[in-house]
């Protein structure tokens, strides 16, 4: 998944329908996060969603240190917001493969395998049944 050429690092996050490219630019002079072209306090205004996918960065101490462009698409922002998550946590351990214990403690390197549950038939949902009438 994640593969590093002279210019960035690569790696891919994916929660729910949700997935990101992330790319990250170690020799960056400016420490900033672009999301499908767009600041990232714009394409996430809610600032849970900021402080969610920033965590990896605040845990090895390197928050501003890194360019860091994000290509995401699928899903809904909380979904995107975990993706972009994953991927950023996936990228840093590609960069120095010391930060892999400590994302692992934290929980980062975990692909969220919650998904939207199908269907059933005979249902209105997929557990939500008719309203049941003894008369």
């Known amino acids: 998944m ?3 050429n002279g210019r960035y ?3 891919v996050g994916r ?3 949700a997935t990101a490219r992330v790319r990250i630019y170690p020799d960056a002079t400016e420490g900033k996060i672009v999301v499908n072209d767009r600041p990232l306090e714009v394409y996430f205004p809610r600032e849970r969603d900021r402080i969610h996918l920033t965590e990896p960065l605040k845990v090895v101490g390197l928050e501003g240190a890194f360019l860091i462009t994000v290509q995401v698409k ?3 922002i909380s979904g995107q ?3 972009v998550r994953l991927g950023i946590a996936r990228a840093l351990v590609e960069y120095n493969p010391e930060f892999r214990s400590v994302m692992r403690r934290n929980g ?3 692909r969220d395998p919650r998904v939207k549950e199908r269907k059933k038939y005979g249902l209105k949902r997929a557990r939500k049944a008719p309203q049941y009438t003894k008369r």
Do not use: C, V
Request: proline share 0%.
């Open 81 to 83: 917001a975990g993706a």
């Open 15 to 17: 929660r729910k329908e």
């Open 74 to 76: 699928g899903g809904g």
């Open 108 to 110: 980062f390197l975990t």
């Open 2 to 4: 994640a593969e590093e």
């Open 9 to 11: 690092i690569e790696a």
